[in-house]
C-alpha cells in the first residue's frame, strides 16, 4: 500500500516529543531546509528530510561556466546518507537563480550548458531519491512565468519551447531527468497555487502528462497559508490531487504569524490533513 509523501518546510521549531517520535522509522517524512547553508547541529533532533535552501540550486554550483561548488550540497546531501533521512534536490531547471553566465547565450549553448548541468548532477549524485526537476514554471500572461524564464535567457527555446502553453520545456526536462534517474521521484513544484492561478497549475501538470512527462509528484509550495481555514485548505488539495491525478507533496511551508496561539492554530487546521491523508 502506497503511502503519501508528506514533506514540511516549517518556519518553527517543534519540541523533540512532537516531532521526532512522529516521523522516527516511518514510511512518510518530516523536513525542513539548512539554516544560511548549514546543517544544524541539532537537525536530527527535529527531522528526518532535509533539502539545501539555496546551496543545490544550479547558480549556487556553477557560478562560473565549468566550475562547480558542490560543498554546500554535498552537506544535506551527506547528512541524509549519515543519518537515515531523506534528501531532496532543489532544483534542477528553475527561471530564478540560474547562473549569471547563462544570460545572453544562444539557444544552442544554452542546450549545451543545460545538458551539461544535468549530467554533472547525475555523476556528483547518481541515487538521488527525489528532486525538483522543473520548479516555478506556470504562465501568468504576457509571456511571463511565475519565475524569470525567457527573462534575459534561452531557457525555453533550449528546452523544445512553450508553443500555445504546450510546456515542452517542461516535458523535455523531466525526459532528460528520467533518463538519468530511473528510480528517482521526479517533481513538479509551484508557488502558490493553494492560493493563486490553481486551475493553472492543474492545466500545467495535466498537459505535461499528456505529452509523456515522467512526473511522479506535484509539489505545492504551501507559502502564505495563514488564515486559511481547515475546510479550504482540504478542499483545495483535494482538488488538485483528483484533477492531476498526481500524489501531492507539501514541499514549503510556513506561517507568517507572530503570536504563538494563532500560529498554532493555523498547523492544527493544516498538518494533520498533510501528514494522515496517503
Not at 61 to 77: L, P, Q, V
Not at 112 to 118: H, L, R, S
Not at 264 to 274: D, E, L, Q, S, T
Request: charged letters at 20%; a negative charge.
Amino acid at each position: 500500500k502506497k503511502l503519501f509523501l508528506s514533506a514540511l518546510a516549517l518556519s518553527c521549531v517543534f519540541s523533540t516529543q512532537a516531532l521526532a517520535g512522529l516521523a522516527d522509522n516511518a514510511a512518510k517524512f518530516v523536513g525542513n531546509i539548512t539554516t544560511r547553508g548549514q546543517v544544524r547541529s541539532d537537525f536530527g533532533t527535529y527531522w528526518n528530510q532535509i533539502t539545501a535552501e539555496n546551496e543545490c540550486k544550479w547558480a549556487s554550483i556553477e557560478g562560473s561556466r565549468g566550475n562547480y561548488n558542490w560543498s554546500g550540497c554535498d552537506a544535506a546531501y551527506n547528512w541524509a546518507k549519515q543519518n537515515g533521512g531523506h534528501f531532496k534536490f532543489h532544483a534542477l531547471v528553475w527561471g530564478s537563480q540560474y547562473p549569471n553566465w547563462l544570460n545572453g547565450l544562444s539557444v544552442e549553448e544554452t542546450k549545451k550548458a543545460i545538458t551539461a548541468w544535468f549530467d554533472a548532477v547525475a555523476k556528483r549524485y547518481p541515487d538521488l531519491e527525489m528532486i525538483d526537476v522543473v520548479n516555478e514554471a506556470i504562465r501568468t500572461g504576457n509571456g511571463q512565468y511565475h519565475s524569470g524564464y525567457g527573462n534575459n535567457n534561452n531557457i525555453i527555446p533550449a528546452l523544445g519551447g512553450d508553443n500555445n502553453g504546450d510546456y515542452n520545456f517542461v516535458t523535455t526536462a523531466f525526459k532528460m531527468a528520467r533518463e538519468r534517474w530511473p528510480k528517482a521521484v521526479l517533481i513538479y513544484n509551484d508557488y502558490n497555487t493553494l492560493s493563486w492561478q490553481m486551475n493553472e497549475g492543474i492545466e500545467l501538470i495535466q498537459t505535461i502528462v499528456k505529452n509523456g512527462a515522467p512526473v511522479d509528484v506535484y509539489g505545492q509550495q504551501a507559502h502564505d497559508c495563514k488564515g486559511m481555514s481547515k475546510s479550504d485548505f482540504e478542499s483545495k488539495l483535494t482538488r488538485i490531487h483528483n484533477e492531476t491525478g498526481l500524489p501531492l507533496m507539501i514541499s514549503e511551508y510556513d506561517i507568517g504569524e507572530a503570536n504563538d496561539s494563532l500560529q498554532k492554530n493555523n498547523y492544527a487546521n493544516h498538518i494533520p490533513f498533510m501528514w494522515e491523508t496517503e
